[in-house]
């Protein structure tokens, strides 16, 4: 980090304890200006303790987080240049759409009519002109989504926190509103903070990804990173599908540990740091990256058993029992089909593994 | 919907409690009201309709002290119920935005004790009290008496109201640059109008329809209009008496229907 100003926010060994239970146990990480990071986890990680801790709602127990440089740790929410879209919006029910957007720019001194003014280009921008004299109960759950975005954004705020804004939003909009943000984002320059439980929309919108479980940071990095380089266990398994197969480390030479997984079969692949020679870890494969075929195509060729073949749409997921070993789930895409095959039930076949598929995680 | 067979109104003798109920609490009500449109000098009597007994409260020879007395009444009623309001607005800010602070549930009972003393108690501590710190009684006694007892009332319908209220909607103010004063202000305040205004209703209707404590810290000579209808009373029961509490009756009824409507419209949503 030669130049800290790119950091908007620094979060330094902060800890959050309520009375006995420990919420966040020593989180450091930087997120960087200008970024859409998102805090990825199940419910109870700490994501949205983290989260209220930025923007002022919780006391950070011990450690501290740096704003631009600033230690905010004794600035009340008022006084912190970052705001917040709700999970439930939080838009004021006794005001119109427009005096809710310009409430922000009122409260920091701008004059009435200059902030309507505002408001009203923040709006237009989430085209919603046409409602800024309703209450937020007259429009739909995606309007007042937008309007309470608009409401965050009219202030020009240094970071825009985002708690599960899309969760009470149905699948299709979810998916129009993911782009929408990510496009937000792009335009303003803001930085945004983006919490979720949601992994396929924190791939689909992030910068980068920083995955919590149980209060601490299991990894953090851009999305092809955590789905491709999942760093242990809770990460394979939190991130998409995964074959987790427990095996044995029996040797690593040059780079590539070779692995057996039971049953007599063997893998190679790149060992990583943390784990030796001799120890039982688990390892990850990614369904997509398997295929089939009738005879192995490389020496480490699986064979096996088809036991059930299921359609969903996009892809087949084929269940294959491999000789006196696991269960591996592969995937082929239903566009590949003319290059991968696809056996019927049943059928004896070999499992490939496409390059760099396999990793070892650290447990 | 409930299905038929657990439709209460199916129970044998639903109907005739229904109505026997009604009629023993409204039956009184109802015929005191017309007779007091009665044009005659007899209570029991019907001799026509006419609005003598009406004038009569206003011109007759006890409309003086009953104009004294109802002057009193509503400015105490209208202080009262202003003042137990802005107090019992705050406690339920305490209650229901404080958090878990230690003696919240000891608060609580504190707060709506006088709701289940029985009112003599209530009474007769108040004027021991008025007495052992040497206030003389009068005006000021009563006013000081109904504040405090109608701080239950004012009370309830404002901390329900604040318990609907989700915090996150200061929380949302204070995220977009508002002072805790301005969340209080601007947000807070005008979500739980209704539930204040309520109360507000209910105190008012408490304090002026009030009569047992009245009666005890009152100052001698000092009538409000509940303690000046048991004075006529005492002396005969004239129609009059019928044509002021028809009156009083209406200042109620509208009262509490307009805290009906005020607690239903529902400004949060």
Known sequence: MSDKVNIAIDVRDAVKRYGDFTALKKISLSIMDNEFFTLLGPSGCGKTTLLRMIAGFEAVTEGAIYLYGDEIENLPPNKRPVNTVFQNYALFPHMTILDNVAFGLEMRGKSKSEARTKAGEMLELVQLSQFSARKPSQLSGGQQQRV??????????????????????????????????????????????????????????????????????????????????????????????????EVSVDGIENGRATCHLGGGHELTCNAVEGVGIGSTVHMSIRPERLYMSETPVETEGLHGRIKENIFVGTDITTIVQLDEGPDFVVRTSNSDRGNKRIFEPGVEMFVNMELGAARLLVD | MASKQFDIKSYTGFKG?????????????????????????????????????????????????????????????????????????????????????????????????????????????????????????????????????????????????MQGIEDSYEQAALDLYATKRQAFTKILLPLMMPGIISGFLLAFIVSLDDFIITNFVKGAGVETLPTAIFGSVKQGIKPNIMAISTMLLSVSIVMVTISYFVSKTDNTK
Not at chain 2, 89 to 109: D, E, N, Q, W
């Open chain 1, 148 to 245: 309470a975005l608009a409401r965050a954004l009219a202030p020009q705020p240094k970071v825009l926190l985002l708690d599960e804004p899309l969760s009470a939003l149905d699948l299709k909009l979810r998916k129009a509103m993911q782009l929408e943000l990510k496009h937000l984002q792009r335009e303003t320059g803001i930085t945004f903070i983006f919490v979720t439980h949601d992994q396929e929309e924190a791939l689909t919108m992030s910068d980068r990804i920083a995955v919590m479980s149980a209060g601490e940071l299991q990894q953090l990095g851009a999305p092809t990173d955590i789905y491709e380089r999942p760093h242990n266990m809770f990460v394979a398994d939190f991130i998409g599908e995964t074959n987790l197969l």
């Open chain 2, 17 to 161: 409690i229904t109505l026997l109920c009604l009629v023993i609490l409204y039956a009184p009500l109802v015929v005191v009201t017309i007779y007091s449109f009665n044009a005659s000098q007899s209570l029991t009597n019907w001799e026509g309709v006419s609005l003598r007994w009406y004038a009569d409260v206003f011109i007759g020879p006890e409309s003086g002290k009953f104009k004294t007395a109802a002057k009193n009444s509503f400015i105490i009623a209208i202080i009262a119920a202003t003042t137990a309001t802005a107090i019992a607005t705050l406690a339920a800010t305490g209650m229901v935005r404080g958090g878990k602070f230690r003696f919240r549930t000891l608060s609580f009972g504190l707060i709506s004790l006088p709701l289940m003393v029985p009112e003599i108690v209530l009474a007769v501590a108040t004027l021991i009290f008025f007495n052992s710190i040497g206030f003389e009684r009068g005006l000021l006694t009563i006013l000081l008496a109904h504040i405090a007892f109608c701080i239950p009332f004012a009370y309830l319908p404002i901390s329900a109201r």
